[in-house]
Nanobody
């Protein structure tokens, strides 16, 4: 089992920044990839970015490139998402997810999810 706990969300004004954190525990050393997803009210959940244990990463949504930065500290079993130049449309619940298998990572089929951290951006 893997447990994920997100933190760092909050209410900010447009143009501000936030750094979200996701700490993994349990069988965290077996995690192959960790990712950030977000879901706004009335919308489907969408992937933001994924980070692999070996250090590679990619952004699911090209529109966030340049403003979002995913990083991972394997020693701390923690995934981060730095969000700059926040826009009202970034408002959503942000979820951290983890997967143990390469196939699951490639298929975006994550077995473990956190409870989410809310990001609210006002104009």
């Amino acid at each position: 089992q893997v447990q994920l706990v997100e933190s760092g969300g909050g209410s900010v004004q447009a143009g501000g920044s936030l750094r979200l954190s996701c700490e993994a525990s349990g069988y965290s050393q077996s995690i192959t990839c960790m990712a950030w997803f977000r879901q706004a009210p009335g919308k489907d959940r969408e992937g933001v970015a994924v980070s692999y244990k070996g250090g590679s990463y990619r952004y699911y949504d090209d529109s966030v490139k340049g403003r979002f930065s995913i990083s991972r500290d394997n020693a701390k079993n923690t995934l981060y998402l730095q969000i700059d130049s926040l826009k009202p449309e970034d408002s959503a619940m942000y979820y951290c997810a983890a997967e143990l298998t390469v196939g699951g990572c490639v298929a975006k089929n994550f077995a473990y999810w956190g409870q989410g951290t809310q990001v609210t951006v006002s104009s």
